[in-house]
């Protein structure tokens, strides 16, 4: 039995994908059962996602790391690894993240030492080994350390000191040794600095956008080249705008090779403005002394432009930014998008910003990075005013892509203004189309990390039906399409043990172009059926070549009573299992809920019907862990699929 039960969940896994990491998205998935202060996130170039994060830990701020596979199984523990326990004062305060080129996690943070707040960095490898030590390379006293990995493997690190307040820079070789012997302070002229952002630029050199002090939070930006010694290329700094920024936040920061892009809002007046500047590798700004502005909207009673972040697809002749508006009480906000020539910075979509969610009273606030699912395919989350997250895909018009479900909702608890959900984190991966978002939520003990991903491999064709059935001696397939984007086709694929799949035929989309909003229904007969066993796929192919795989089906001709169990979901699940089976004739047959020890939990007597039968199975009083569902026929034939309860 024990054997029977291995070969099952081999077909099993073998045959699924990834899918989401919780269908639930009032449950998402908890990053650790610890109370959460604050939270990094980055994505690997394997599809995996770091987080790294504060545990208030009986009021010390320990710092510890996580790395979700692309399955969302934490690969560190239930509760990640514990990165530093180092005495981190009364509060914490704003630390920063960076991946090196094997993918390792680098965290600047700060904790005190003697009494005082010393900036320091380390790392932590995709295995959870500290290689830099359990404490790090301290960089000297001050705080926000701000890391960027260079091109030589070395890391730069920029950091506020504590005396005289201002930016420090420092070197770290990829063994965890400070290079320089004394840190490069930055000043311009006699005024001090803060909240310096890097960029890694070829050869080693990297640019610095910087905050100049003012009075109060009160800011002006600057820019400046350095090479892999530590020595600055222009001969001074350079003014990126004369308007007024915080120097209690970062803006947004992206390389180009040699070009850097830096987006930012500031203030004019009593109005706020975004705008996108360039800096060149040799200082100059062709954009002009402020930069591309988002919008034209100028007056007093028009709309402010506040949080603003950019992304470029490498390679791209554009610039894409998303910005938050409000209206001038900053009483109702909503989320706008535009896109700028590399070239010259103008704004090739609506000149007042491109609305994708109108100003009012929902709120919906943008925030996290902007992402791409393609070069002309942008793609964020933001939240409303419940606190709701969902994630919005555009395309190249700045239009909602009519993917099914989209806007797709992250997560669908809410919270109020008492108790918000905040520290925003929002990757996308390419290596397996996954979006996934990060965020800090109380509900209802204390504050903790949470993550949802959405899947986006499948997006592009909507498949709403894929069915197989007998005719006589031939086996006929179909399938509907809700939405198709860039689609050019489907390969229908067949196999006789659900592992080893060959394409039997193409199927032409019949959508003008490859792009539908409505539904379309396809055919394929297979008139040379296997004699046992034919389990049938979709290969679905894009214009630019990327393709997808539906579900399997599978039709039988040994016995004419056959069945089989087309999916469970949701996958974990916490409260209820969806279960759908396919059966070639009607017939009665036991349900078994079987644990990992062969034990069997829970047990019912179901009736099937020929065609598909869909039941729910209560499992809100099973232990977690890993179960089987087993449904056994008249005939004693068995289809078992593991699910986990959470």
Same mark, same amino acid.
């Given at each position: ?18 899918? =989401? ?118 960089? $000297? ?28 820079? #420092? ?25 310096? #952002? ?12 910087? &905050? ?62 975004? *705008? ?23 007056? $007093? ?28 009480? &900053? ?10 020539? /590399? ?13 994708? *969610? ?7 606030? &943008? ?8 070069? =002309? ?14 994630? /919005?895909?555009?395309?190249?018009? $700045? ?89 050019? $086709? ?44 034919? *389990? *049938? ?110």
């Amino acid at each position: 039995m024990k054997q029977f039960f291995l070969i099952i969940l081999l077909l099993v896994n073998t045959i699924c994908g990834f899918a =989401q990491w919780n269908m639930n998205t009032a449950v998402n998935l908890e990053v650790a059962a610890l109370n959460v202060a604050d939270l990094q996130t980055a994505n690997t170039t394997d599809g995996k996602t770091w987080i790294a994060f504060y545990n208030n830990n009986a009021g010390n701020y320990d710092m510890r790391a996580q790395l979700l596979d692309a399955a969302g199984n934490k690969l560190l523990g239930a509760d990640g690894i514990l990165v530093c326990s180092q005495p981190s004062g009364s509060a914490t305060f704003v630390f920063n993240v960076c991946l090196d080129a094997s993918n390792n996690l680098l965290i600047a943070f700060q904790y005190e030492v003697a009494g005082v707040n010393s900036a320091v960095i380390t790392k932590v490898n995709t295995d959870g080994s500290l290689p830099w030590g359990n404490n790090g390379v301290v960089l $000297g006293a001050g705080l926000a350390p701000y890391p960027a990995v260079l091109t030589t493997g070395e890391t730069v690190v920029a950091w506020n000191n504590n005396s005289p307040s201002t930016l420090y820079i #420092q070197k770290i070789s990829a063994a965890g040794t400070i290079v320089w012997g004394l840190p490069v302070a930055i000043t311009v002229g006699a005024s001090l600095t803060t909240r310096g #952002q890097i960029v890694a630029n070829p050869n080693g050199f990297f640019t610095m956008v910087f &905050q100049k002090r003012g009075v109060g939070i009160s800011t002006t930006l600057y820019a400046q080249r350095y090479n892999n010694d530590g020595t600055a290329q222009w001969a001074s700094a350079v003014q990126l705008s004369a308007l007024t920024t915080s120097g209690a936040r970062y803006y947004s920061i992206v390389g180009d090779g040699d070009i850097t892009y830096f987006g930012y809002y500031a203030a004019s007046g009593s109005r706020f403005f975004s *705008y996108v500047q360039r800096i060149n590798a040799n200082g100059a700004l062709p954009w002009g002394e402020v930069g591309a502005p988002f919008s034209t909207y100028s007056t $007093g009673a028009d709309p402010y432009q506040q949080t603003t972040n950019i992304a470029h697809y490498p390679g791209s002749a554009y610039i894409w930014a998303v910005c938050t508006y409000s209206n001038t009480l &900053q009483s109702q906000y909503g989320v706008y998008i535009q896109k700028f020539n /590399t070239s010259d910075g103008s704004v090739l979509l609506d000149p007042l910003g491109k609305e994708v *969610y109108p100003i009012s009273n929902n709120m919906d606030t &943008q925030t996290g990075a902007l992402a791409f699912y393609s070069e =002309q395919t942008p793609l964020f989350i933001s939240y409303d005013v419940n606190y709701k997250i969902r994630l /919005t895909v555009l395309d190249n018009a $700045g239009n909602f892509v009519n993917w099914n479900g989209f806007p797709y909702e992250m997560s669908s608890t809410t919270a109020t203004l008492a108790t918000p959900k905040g520290r925003f984190g929002f990757n996308y991966s390419s290596q397996n189309s996954q979006a996934v978002a990060v965020w800090y939520e109380n509900r209802g003990t204390e504050y903790r990390a949470y993550a949802q991903n959405r899947n986006l491999t499948i997006i592009p064709v909507t498949l709403a039906d894929f069915k197989a059935s007998k005719e006589s001696k031939k086996i006929n397939l179909s399938w509907n399409t809700v939405t198709e984007i860039n689609n050019t $086709g489907f390969y229908v694929e067949r196999s006789a043990d659900g592992r080893q799949f060959k394409s039997l035929n193409f199927v032409p989309t019949k959508a003008t172009g490859g792009n539908s909003n409505l539904n379309l229904d396809y055919v394929f007969t297979d008139m040379q059926p296997l004699a046992a066993l034919n *389990y *049938y796929r979709l290969k679905q192919v894009d214009l630019d070549g990327k393709y997808s795989y539906s579900k399997t089906v599978l039709v039988r001709f040994d016995k004419t009573g056959s069945f089989y169990i087309n999916s469970i979901y949701p996958k974990p699940a916490t409260s209820v299992l969806h279960v759908s089976v396919g059966s070639g004739a009607g017939m009665k047959a036991d349900l078994s809920i079987v644990d990992m020890n062969g034990k069997t939990i829970k047990s019912s007597a179901i009736s099937l019907n020929k065609g598909n039968t869909v039941f729910d199975v209560d499992v809100s009083t099973f232990a977690k862990g890993i179960y089987f569902l087993k449904i056994t026929g008249n005939e004693k034939e068995v289809s078992i699929e593991k699910w986990v309860r959470e």
